[in-house]
Structures are given as C-alpha cells and as structure tokens.
C-alpha cells in the first residue's frame, strides 16, 4: 500500500515520509472499498486532532498538518479554509513557524 510507505521513510524505494500523500493514497484505497485504509484515514485525522487540542500532550506540529490537510482537501476531506486557518493560528501559537506563515497568508486573502 502506497499510504503506508508515505508514513514510514521506506528504506531503499527512495520514498520520503509524506503525511498528505499517505493519506491520499489510504483514501483511494479506501474508494475503491480497502475498509483497512479507510480506518487509517479515519484514525489518522483523529490522533491529529487530538494531539492539537489536549492540554497534556498538545503538537505544533499536528495542528500546523491539520491545517494543510483542511487548505489543500487531503485524505478526502474537503477543503476548509476557515478550519485551515485555525488550526494554523493553533500551531503558531503553539510555537510552529511555518504555521504562522500559513496564517499569515490566510488572512490577509
């Protein structure tokens, strides 16, 4: 499964760590009726969503991928920019540059 390679630096195949192409190629298979990845879409989404809005173990970086996985629609969900910025206004907060910068573009559209 491609989505699983994506989410594990698949030594020797030269594919590099990606969390929103994992997650679209578990959704395509989840498309075409693999209950397995549709799981791991599902699971994904809500560990990350988790782990940007608990107190005890809050991630930067699990907020700032929340919110390109809502600006850009990956993993079958549909894109969202008011979530999007959110959870970039989230993970800035929380210390992630790169989602300050994300913020920052989506708010001054």
Known sequence: N???LYTRDADG????????KSLDYYKKA???G????????DIEIFIKKDFCSRGDILSPDACFELGT?????????????K?????????????N?????AYNQSNSK
Request: hydrophobic share 20%; charged share 30%.
């Open 2 to 4: 491609l989505g699983y």
């Open 13 to 20: 195949c030269g594919i590099k760590n990606d969390v929103y």
């Open 30 to 32: 989840c498309d075409k």
């Open 34 to 41: 693999d209950k397995d990845s549709c799981n791991t879409v």
């Open 69 to 81: 996985i809502y600006k850009n629609g990956h993993g079958g969900n549909k894109k969202d920019t």
């Open 83 to 95: 979530a999007a910025s959110q959870y970039f206004n989230r993970a800035c907060k929380l210390g």
């Open 97 to 101: 540059k790169d989602a300050c910068k």
